[in-house]
């Protein structure tokens, strides 16, 4: 499934919905949406991941871009992260300021 | 001043296409697979080679996506480089086809139709998911601010782990069993334990098959649990990753790193650059062999392999390349992963030339000596190798190289176990091995008794022979000289005297080997008196035999609880560790006047740096108790007693500050095959409110 990224920010908040498959290929995409978040000095980025249907070491490594781009306060918030992939994230150690929920109500 | 917009580089464009990929000539520097912008740059060496190839693979499919020939203008010298684009780093797989001479004589083994694994592989892939291949690795891991501990030499108390086999068993309850993940769920454990320093049996990456024999009884294969037998030395092990399906077992054990480092816990690797897991003419062509095995192996004058390591072939690490090679290494090691310090396996072969001959100043452990990147990493030599070269005391050591004493392991068994005469040799162990390491200080040596290769300290106490059956080889294989005592029974038993004995044993070893000076290493497991039933070379062994049995840590929490006191203890009186030498005076049954002579079995030191600082440590290996009249402590100070392992626990190990004062100073008994422990406090000092007890027993 092709990879689709779509951001939208409101207010200090930075939402982006991921759809299909988060790899070396598609990765350069959601960094340049990061950078772009970080311009715009929000204080939180919000990965909406319950349409990914895959996600690679070079997704992982997206999101210690994101926390390296980002202000150290700011939150990063993984929606519907896959267990696999959620227990990968913690056991590499890349969990240390990245927050998981199932929701984003939760 | 405005930023200026940056030009994208003109080596990010490719300049031809081979094999459907668009390449152009790479950078011969750094070796290895690089990611550079667009794509990855290759370069590997070779001086005998006549022409080389890139094989590229998807992940885990057995047949090459292309085959990418190193045209003449991309080779300088004798490295051969290119640049490949459009590559997805995560899914591939690489290897080179080096065409050469085949021509055993003159050493030449080129095999074109093997695909080698490239020697500066940084990543290799899981070999129980599919083909072993060298892979790309990406360096983006976060390490804060984490950086080598660089605690002081001396201040080390060592514990060697094996990283799988610590949380293997299913009694370690980590949610990621025999993992470097599983290993950081027990950092509190080590903590508590209170070492500061973990030395790591081999991690990169090594065959675990290589092992042609099978369990006697049941058949199944034996494997290579220890990992001395290394394919990748660039590489950490990857199926001792959780993440290795995800590639990112670099990730895993960095995140390791930089946990045991927030603990204060240094890592130290053990690395094998004797030799390689490509045997000799009849083993495998994985890599060096391949690429060009004259450079990299030594050889006879016929071009035989030369066998210093006992494993079929010796890396021929004098070699100019060869060393470049291993300071390539451990430069990485210590620069990407932040590594602490290497303990080098039988190193007494890193001082040999290329002809097997020994140098008076080797190159290679000169250069490792001196290195800027290397200059604050711990280098650790086992200084003997397997033909007979035994340089324990005189290892090339540059004011630098710490060693495996040896000599500390054989005195402090045979004195343990009753043996007479060793009592002059113990005290010259127990203050650092001055005849060996004289105005080196105490960091020179590394004090062990008990290592992965022989007994467990539980076996020393409970077998006089080894039994390694399981091993495949009629109980041939392992060490026959084991110095060890079983306590009147051979192996396990119900008879609580015999248990007493062996309990008090073990407690003897470890307060000798926590109150010498040098650096002391700790077994994994001797903490809670771990078995191996008997098998003094338990390589080949991964199951229960070996891995850690967290069950043991319940059912001998006393000697666990003893050993946690003495490290603390040691921690807590700077004499034991930095010495001076000078600073330990000793004595006998009568102070001032110690026992030489054959017979004697008791020994006593008094470790005096003054006040703060003043240690009596008494040792009788006699199976009679002794009364030792006492030096005096120094002034303003009265005895205070911290351990006796004759004792009934809790009363054999007191908390270090707060020890309970010897009711008689003038003397002190010492119970039959036992150490008593006396530290000098004010009179009214941190034990002054305990109970009185005599001598720490009960009234």
Redesign the interface.
């Given at each position: 499934m092709a990879f689709k990224a779509k951001m939208r920010i409101e207010g200090s908040t930075a939402t982006v919905r991921l759809e299909g498959e988060l790899?070396?290929?598609s990765a350069p995409e959601l960094n340049e949406l990061v950078v772009r978040a970080a311009d715009q000095r929000v204080e939180r980025l919000v990965l909406l991941l319950e349409d990914l249907s895959y996600m690679?070491?070079?997704g992982?490594?997206s999101l210690?871009?994101a926390?390296?781009k980002m202000p150290e306060e700011t939150e990063i918030l993984l929606v519907g992260t896959r267990p696999d992939v959620a227990?990968?994230i913690r056991?590499?150690?890349?969990d240390?300021s990245i927050v998981m929920r199932e929701t984003l109500e939760a | 001043m405005t930023a200026r917009p940056t030009i994208e580089r003109i080596d990010a464009y490719p300049t031809r296409t081979i094999g459907g990929f668009s390449v152009r000539a790479g950078r011969p520097l750094p070796f290895g697979a690089t990611p550079v912008p667009g794509g990855v740059n290759f370069s590997v060496y070779s001086n005998n080679a006549t022409a080389m190839t890139l094989v590229l693979y998807r992940a885990g499919e057995s047949e090459p996506m292309a085959e990418l020939p190193f045209p003449d203008s991309y080779v300088i010298g004798g490295v051969y480089s290119m640049t490949v684009f459009d590559l997805d780093v995560e899914d591939i797989e690489y290897g080179y086809r080096a065409y050469g001479p085949f021509d055993p004589e003159r050493g030449h083994r080129f095999d074109p139709s093997v695909v080698l694994a490239d020697p500066y592989a940084r990543l290799m892939s899981d070999a129980s998911t599919g083909p072993r291949r060298s892979r790309v690795a990406l360096d983006d891991f976060d390490w804060e601010d984490d950086r080598p501990l660089r605690l002081p030499h001396e201040d080390l108390v060592i514990y060697e782990l094996h990283a799988r086999g610590f949380t293997k068993d299913p009694s370690s309850g980590v949610s990621a069993p025999g993992t470097y993940a599983g290993l950081i769920e027990k950092i509190p454990y080590l903590r508590e334990l209170g070492v500061n320093c973990v030395e790591l049996l081999p991690i990169f990456e090594f065959d675990e098959n290589d092992n042609p024999r099978s369990h006697p009884v049941t058949g199944e294969p034996l494997s290579n649990y220890w990992g001395y037998n290394t394919v990748a030395y660039f590489a950490p092990k990857a199926s001792y990753a959780s993440t290795g399906r995800y590639g990112m077992q670099a990730d895993e054990f960095k995140n390791l790193v930089k946990h045991l480092h927030k603990a204060g816990i240094e890592v130290i690797l053990d690395v094998v650059f004797n030799h390689t897991a490509e045997g000799n003419e009849h083993g495998p062509t994985i890599s060096f062999k391949g690429l060009d095995n004259a450079t990299y192996y030594m050889l006879t004058p016929d071009g035989h392999y030369y066998n210093f390591s006992g494993t079929g072939n010796t890396l021929n690490c004098n070699n100019p390349v060869v060393r470049g090679f291993v300071l390539d290494c451990l430069r990485y090691w210590a620069s990407e992963y932040h590594i602490d310090g290497f303990r080098f396996d039988l190193a007494a072969i890193l001082g040999r030339g290329p002809d097997g001959s020994l140098l008076w100043n080797p190159p290679l452990l000169e250069s490792l000596a001196y290195d800027p990147v290397l200059r604050d990493c711990k280098l650790i030599a086992e200084a003997w190798d397997a033909a007979g070269l035994y340089q324990v005391g005189s290892f090339p050591n540059y004011c630098r190289w710490s060693e495996w004493n040896g000599r500390y392991r054989d005195t402090v068994r045979r004195f343990v176990k009753g043996d007479t005469g060793v009592a002059g040799d113990l005290a010259t162990r127990m203050v650092g091995s001055p005849d060996l390491y004289a105005q080196r200080g105490t960091s020179a040596t590394i004090n062990f008794v008990l290592c992965h290769d022989g007994f467990t300290l539980n076996d020393l106490v409970s077998y006089n022979e080894k039994h390694n059956y399981a091993n495949g080889e009629d109980n041939r294989d392992g060490d026959n000289n084991n110095q060890s005592w079983n306590c009147g029974h051979e192996g396990p038993t119900d008879d609580p005297e015999v248990l007493a004995l062996r309990g008090r044993q073990m407690r003897n070893v470890l307060m000798i080997l926590l109150a010498s000076q040098g650096v002391p290493m700790i077994l994994a497991g001797d903490e809670v008196g771990r078995t191996q039933q008997g098998n003094n070379n338990a390589y080949c062994h991964d199951g229960p035999m070996t891995w850690f049995d967290w069950d043991l840590v319940g059912r001998n929490a006393d000697l666990l609880r003893f050993v946690r006191k003495a490290i603390r203890f040691r921690q807590a009186h700077p004499v034991l560790r930095r010495g001076p030498a000078s600073a330990v005076s000793w004595h006998g049954v009568r102070p001032w006047t110690a026992d030489w002579s054959e017979g004697c079995r008791v020994l006593a030191g008094m470790f005096d740096a003054g006040a703060d600082d003043c240690v009596y440590v008494a040792a009788n290996s006699h199976w009679e108790g002794h009364s030792l009249e006492l030096p005096a402590p120094p002034a303003g100070t009265v005895w205070h007693v911290f351990a006796d392992t004759a004792a009934p626990t809790p009363l054999d190990a007191h908390e270090p500050g707060a020890e309970p004062p010897l009711q008689d100073q003038s003397r002190v008994d010492v119970g039959p095959r036992s150490v008593v422990v006396l530290v000098a406090h004010g009179a009214a000092g941190a034990g002054g409110q305990a109970e009185q007890r005599d001598n720490g027993k009960e009234e």
């Amino acid at each position: 499934m092709a990879f689709k990224a779509k951001m939208r920010i409101e207010g200090s908040t930075a939402t982006v919905r991921l759809e299909g498959e988060l790899d070396g290929r598609s990765a350069p995409e959601l960094n340049e949406l990061v950078v772009r978040a970080a311009d715009q000095r929000v204080e939180r980025l919000v990965l909406l991941l319950e349409d990914l249907s895959y996600m690679s070491s070079a997704g992982i490594r997206s999101l210690v871009f994101a926390h390296q781009k980002m202000p150290e306060e700011t939150e990063i918030l993984l929606v519907g992260t896959r267990p696999d992939v959620a227990e990968t994230i913690r056991l590499t150690g890349f969990d240390r300021s990245i927050v998981m929920r199932e929701t984003l109500e939760a | 001043m405005t930023a200026r917009p940056t030009i994208e580089r003109i080596d990010a464009y490719p300049t031809r296409t081979i094999g459907g990929f668009s390449v152009r000539a790479g950078r011969p520097l750094p070796f290895g697979a690089t990611p550079v912008p667009g794509g990855v740059n290759f370069s590997v060496y070779s001086n005998n080679a006549t022409a080389m190839t890139l094989v590229l693979y998807r992940a885990g499919e057995s047949e090459p996506m292309a085959e990418l020939p190193f045209p003449d203008s991309y080779v300088i010298g004798g490295v051969y480089s290119m640049t490949v684009f459009d590559l997805d780093v995560e899914d591939i797989e690489y290897g080179y086809r080096a065409y050469g001479p085949f021509d055993p004589e003159r050493g030449h083994r080129f095999d074109p139709s093997v695909v080698l694994a490239d020697p500066y592989a940084r990543l290799m892939s899981d070999a129980s998911t599919g083909p072993r291949r060298s892979r790309v690795a990406l360096d983006d891991f976060d390490w804060e601010d984490d950086r080598p501990l660089r605690l002081p030499h001396e201040d080390l108390v060592i514990y060697e782990l094996h990283a799988r086999g610590f949380t293997k068993d299913p009694s370690s309850g980590v949610s990621a069993p025999g993992t470097y993940a599983g290993l950081i769920e027990k950092i509190p454990y080590l903590r508590e334990l209170g070492v500061n320093c973990v030395e790591l049996l081999p991690i990169f990456e090594f065959d675990e098959n290589d092992n042609p024999r099978s369990h006697p009884v049941t058949g199944e294969p034996l494997s290579n649990y220890w990992g001395y037998n290394t394919v990748a030395y660039f590489a950490p092990k990857a199926s001792y990753a959780s993440t290795g399906r995800y590639g990112m077992q670099a990730d895993e054990f960095k995140n390791l790193v930089k946990h045991l480092h927030k603990a204060g816990i240094e890592v130290i690797l053990d690395v094998v650059f004797n030799h390689t897991a490509e045997g000799n003419e009849h083993g495998p062509t994985i890599s060096f062999k391949g690429l060009d095995n004259a450079t990299y192996y030594m050889l006879t004058p016929d071009g035989h392999y030369y066998n210093f390591s006992g494993t079929g072939n010796t890396l021929n690490c004098n070699n100019p390349v060869v060393r470049g090679f291993v300071l390539d290494c451990l430069r990485y090691w210590a620069s990407e992963y932040h590594i602490d310090g290497f303990r080098f396996d039988l190193a007494a072969i890193l001082g040999r030339g290329p002809d097997g001959s020994l140098l008076w100043n080797p190159p290679l452990l000169e250069s490792l000596a001196y290195d800027p990147v290397l200059r604050d990493c711990k280098l650790i030599a086992e200084a003997w190798d397997a033909a007979g070269l035994y340089q324990v005391g005189s290892f090339p050591n540059y004011c630098r190289w710490s060693e495996w004493n040896g000599r500390y392991r054989d005195t402090v068994r045979r004195f343990v176990k009753g043996d007479t005469g060793v009592a002059g040799d113990l005290a010259t162990r127990m203050v650092g091995s001055p005849d060996l390491y004289a105005q080196r200080g105490t960091s020179a040596t590394i004090n062990f008794v008990l290592c992965h290769d022989g007994f467990t300290l539980n076996d020393l106490v409970s077998y006089n022979e080894k039994h390694n059956y399981a091993n495949g080889e009629d109980n041939r294989d392992g060490d026959n000289n084991n110095q060890s005592w079983n306590c009147g029974h051979e192996g396990p038993t119900d008879d609580p005297e015999v248990l007493a004995l062996r309990g008090r044993q073990m407690r003897n070893v470890l307060m000798i080997l926590l109150a010498s000076q040098g650096v002391p290493m700790i077994l994994a497991g001797d903490e809670v008196g771990r078995t191996q039933q008997g098998n003094n070379n338990a390589y080949c062994h991964d199951g229960p035999m070996t891995w850690f049995d967290w069950d043991l840590v319940g059912r001998n929490a006393d000697l666990l609880r003893f050993v946690r006191k003495a490290i603390r203890f040691r921690q807590a009186h700077p004499v034991l560790r930095r010495g001076p030498a000078s600073a330990v005076s000793w004595h006998g049954v009568r102070p001032w006047t110690a026992d030489w002579s054959e017979g004697c079995r008791v020994l006593a030191g008094m470790f005096d740096a003054g006040a703060d600082d003043c240690v009596y440590v008494a040792a009788n290996s006699h199976w009679e108790g002794h009364s030792l009249e006492l030096p005096a402590p120094p002034a303003g100070t009265v005895w205070h007693v911290f351990a006796d392992t004759a004792a009934p626990t809790p009363l054999d190990a007191h908390e270090p500050g707060a020890e309970p004062p010897l009711q008689d100073q003038s003397r002190v008994d010492v119970g039959p095959r036992s150490v008593v422990v006396l530290v000098a406090h004010g009179a009214a000092g941190a034990g002054g409110q305990a109970e009185q007890r005599d001598n720490g027993k009960e009234e």
